[in-house]
């Protein structure tokens, strides 16, 4: 929804100036994805909390099966006034936004995220 990008991107620079060009990064990023998605649910108790996580789960593996990537994009619903504003561009009516995120084909990765061995981690 192109629109919905727009409009979200315009948030993103009006609320989340976080850090130096930050805002920015974002909203470019927000502004070239070819599609942007919100999960989200009706109530928002701790079980909700949790079956949205498995849902995005299921969409992640199923976006990774097809070669589409998945880059949740969360930052901008930490701020109530933001989260406000993402609430009342969602169709649906009375539900919560809860996990937002972007979708689209990329460049195969060149280099992976550094993570510190499982044995450190793992008690
Ligand atoms: C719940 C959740 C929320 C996230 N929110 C953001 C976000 O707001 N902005 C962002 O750039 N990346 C966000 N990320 C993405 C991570 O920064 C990272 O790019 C992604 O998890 C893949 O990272 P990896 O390279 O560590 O595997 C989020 C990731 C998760 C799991």
Do not use: C
């Amino acid at each position: 929804m192109p629109w919905l990008v727009s409009k979200v991107a315009q948030l993103v620079v009006t609320y989340l100036n976080m850090g130096k060009g930050t805002a920015k990064k974002d909203s470019g990023v927000l502004m070239s994805a070819p599609l942007l998605a919100a999960l989200s649910s009706p109530a928002n108790d701790r079980r909700t909390q949790v079956k949205v996580g498995q849902a995005l789960e299921r969409v992640w593996l199923q976006a990774t099966n097809l070669g589409i990537r998945l880059h949740p994009m969360n930052k901008i619903l930490q701020l109530p006034e933001i989260k406000a504003e993402v609430t009342k561009l969602i169709p649906m009516g009375d539900v919560m936004p809860q996990l937002t995120f972007r979708l689209g084909y990329a460049e195969p990765e060149t280099a992976y995220t550094p993570r510190r061995p499982l044995n450190e981690v793992l008690i």
